[in-house]
């Protein structure tokens, strides 16, 4: 065993370069700390949102973060320095500068302050150039993040939300997991949806017919299976800002059990990638949530797996078109 260092600080530092995935403190990637004062140093910023309050059925979501950073030290050999991706025959994210931001804080059964918290957050990564990665929690986080957009610094984004649910229920409170994309285009937080993966027994007729007739685009799972990445693009104006909402329950429970509502006939992993690259290509990525892992459901770490790999490759997405930017 190793001496402490003279200064009493730590024998091992996060994102020491030549340390394994399970040494070291669990930040995403075991990437460093940020702090509010270097955050215009950064490209991408990783926000933990701990808040599963607008659960519906069951709760858990609130653990996501942590067993997503912890999933992702998987891909930290030496430090995440290099992340060489074998099918592309390229390193991902090359160049990018990428730091955990931490969660925003919590304060249990006050979610009027939580939900403002959220907003403050990610407004805050907004206004220092940098683009917000967040981590639910249940998916009405996603509500408060798009607030942060409304009269910032960035152009009202184009919606485009992974999910096995429309998330446009009228029957939920305000401010459900089952609500979000409802509040965003009655709060004209977004310039349109694209709606990608649904399916199921949850959504009402009236919320379906009603999202369709404000100009929701709605493609389900068997019509993307059908018709491909083609009938996504085409409801996407190109090159548009854009915000990516992926609901981890959009994917089969085969792939991702860790999720509080999920529903058999989802996507595949590879699906789900090559459509999200897909839609970072076609326009402008500024801001992306992933939300509902749930650990105490999954099995083996699938899901917190399934979804830090599916950041990476969705941040590289974005990256590597050179689409992030102002
Ligand atoms: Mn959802």
């Not at 659960?55 to 290099?82: C, H, K, M, Q, W």
């Not at 060489?84 to 500068?97: N, W």
């Not at 408060?144 to 610094?153: D, K, M, V």
Request: hydrophobic share 40%; charged share 20%; aromatic share 6%.
């Amino acid at each position: 065993m190793s001496e402490p260092p003279a200064n009493g600080g730590p024998t091992v530092l996060p994102g020491h370069p030549g340390s394994m995935p399970y040494v070291g403190i669990a930040t995403f990637l075991k990437l460093p700390v940020t702090t509010l004062a270097s955050l215009s140093e950064l490209d991408f910023a990783i926000l933990g949102i701990p808040y599963d309050e607008g659960t519906s059925n069951r709760p858990g979501a609130r653990f996501g973060p942590r067993a997503i950073r912890d999933a992702s030290t998987l891909y930290s050999y030496e430090g995440g320095v290099e992340l060489f991706d074998v099918e592309l025959g390229r390193a991902i994210l090359v160049g990018a500068r990428v730091a955990d931001f931490g969660d925003v804080p919590i304060d249990p059964s006050d979610s009027d302050s939580a939900r403002a918290a959220m907003t403050g957050a990610v407004r805050a990564i907004l206004e220092a150039g940098a683009t917000p990665v967040c981590l639910g929690g249940d998916h009405s986080v996603t509500a408060s993040i798009l607030q942060a957009f409304a009269g910032g610094p960035v152009p009202k984004p184009y919606l485009v939300h992974l999910d096995t649910h429309m998330d446009f229920d009228s029957y939920l409170p305000r401010h459900a997991h089952g609500t979000p994309i409802r509040l965003a285009v009655e709060g004209e937080l977004v310039t349109g949806v694209t709606q990608v993966g649904i399916r199921g027994l949850n959504s009402g007729l009236a919320d379906w017919e009603e999202a369709r007739s404000l100009g929701v685009n709605v493609i389900t799972c068997s019509r993307f299976r059908d018709e491909g990445i083609a009938a996504v693009l085409e409801t996407i104006p190109a090159g548009a800002p854009l915000y990516l909402s992926i609901d981890i329950d959009v994917f089969d429970p085969s792939a991702a059990p860790g999720t509080g509502t999920p529903e058999p006939g989802g996507l595949s992993y590879v699906e789900g990638r090559e459509l999200i690259r897909a839609v970072a290509a076609h326009g402008r990525v500024q801001g992306i949530d992933l939300v509902e892992v749930s650990p105490q459901y999954d099995h083996a770490q699938l899901t917190s797996t399934l979804a830090a790999r599916l950041l990476l490759d969705t941040m590289d997405a974005a990256w590597s078109q050179g689409t992030r930017g102002r």
